[in-house]
């Protein structure tokens, strides 16, 4: 067994038990302590199929999924962190590809969570939207 293992299979414990990471079709890629959450292509996931564009409620989930993945992981959590408050920016609209997304803990209180998470397709410099969030941390996280 590779010593990516266990980190994977922790990754993919907190992904089963988000309900909506199955629906999203998430998977997670774990290099070192550097994760990143892909969302692939599925035209379920489509808003506006003028465009056609992924739908904003897909991509915010996709956002919030990433920041609760890294918290959980991070952490080395039994429960999932819960959503205080977050904002998102739309920043281009999401086109019909596989989409990445990455989070960055900021700080991590007793209680509290501060975490930012940008998402983006073909370049990573070219992001589609971005989420800060504040995370309710589970009791006994440690700071």
Excluded: C
Excluded at 7 to 24: E, H
Excluded at 98 to 109: D, F, H, M, N
Aim: net charge positive; aromatic share 6%.
């Amino acid at each position: 067994m590779s010593a990516r293992a266990p980190a994977d299979a922790a990754v993919a414990d907190v992904l089963k038990r988000i309900p909506y990471a199955a629906y999203l079709g998430a998977r997670a890629d774990q290099r070192g302590d550097e994760l990143t959450l892909v969302l692939p292509f599925s035209e379920r996931l489509i808003g506006n199929v003028a465009l056609p564009a992924l739908h904003g409620g897909v991509v915010g989930a996709f956002l919030e999924l990433t920041a609760i993945a890294q918290l959980s992981v991070s952490g080395k959590l039994d429960r999932l962190p819960k959503t205080i408050d977050i904002s998102i920016d739309y920043l281009r609209s999401g086109r019909p590809v596989e989409s990445y997304a990455r989070a960055r803990i900021v700080k991590v209180g007793r209680r509290i969570a501060n975490v930012q998470v940008e998402a983006w397709q073909a370049e990573r410099g070219n992001p589609i939207a971005a989420l800060h969030g504040h995370f309710l941390m589970p009791n006994g996280a440690d700071a």
